[in-house]
């Protein structure tokens, strides 16, 4: 098992910057495929990015993609997004996942979470 704790969120103006990062627990974090998604108010849980075990493989949504960029520190157990060009339509609660195996798109298919981080974009 694994718990995950976001940080990094907060309020930025429209074409600024955000890291978030997702800290893990546990010994065997390099075995899990990492994943960001997204939660705006009144919206369904939308893909952001994935991150395959070993960071061979990464994956974008298309409303990010060119914009943020994906990385993992298994040493640190310790996955980013690094959120460039940030828009209004950015904002939104960020959650980190975990999940065994390969790394999915699909929110349902990641077994653990974290509790999210906010993002707000200003304009």
């Known amino acids: 098992q694994v718990q995950l704790v976001e940080s990094g969120g907060g309020l930025v103006q429209a074409g600024g910057s955000l890291r978030l990062s997702c800290a893990a627990s546990?010994?065997?974090?390099?075995?899990?495929?990492m994943g960001w998604f997204r939660q705006a108010p009144g919206k369904e849980r939308e893909f952001v990015s994935a991150?395959?075990?070993?960071?061979?493989?990464?994956d974008y949504g298309d409303p990010v993609k060119g914009r943020f960029t994906i990385s993992r520190d298994d040493a640190k157990n310790t996955v980013y997004l690094q959120m460039n060009s940030l828009k209004p339509e950015d904002t939104a609660v960020y959650y980190c996942?975990?999940?065994?195996?390969?790394?999915?798109?699909?929110?349902?298919?990641?077994?653990?979470w974290g509790q999210g981080t906010q993002v707000t974009v200003s304009s």
């Open positions: 996942a975990a999940r065994h195996g390969t790394y999915s798109t699909t929110a349902n298919e990641y077994n653990y």
């Open positions: 546990g010994r065997t974090f390099s075995s899990y495929a």
């Open positions: 991150i395959s075990r070993g960071g061979v493989i990464t």
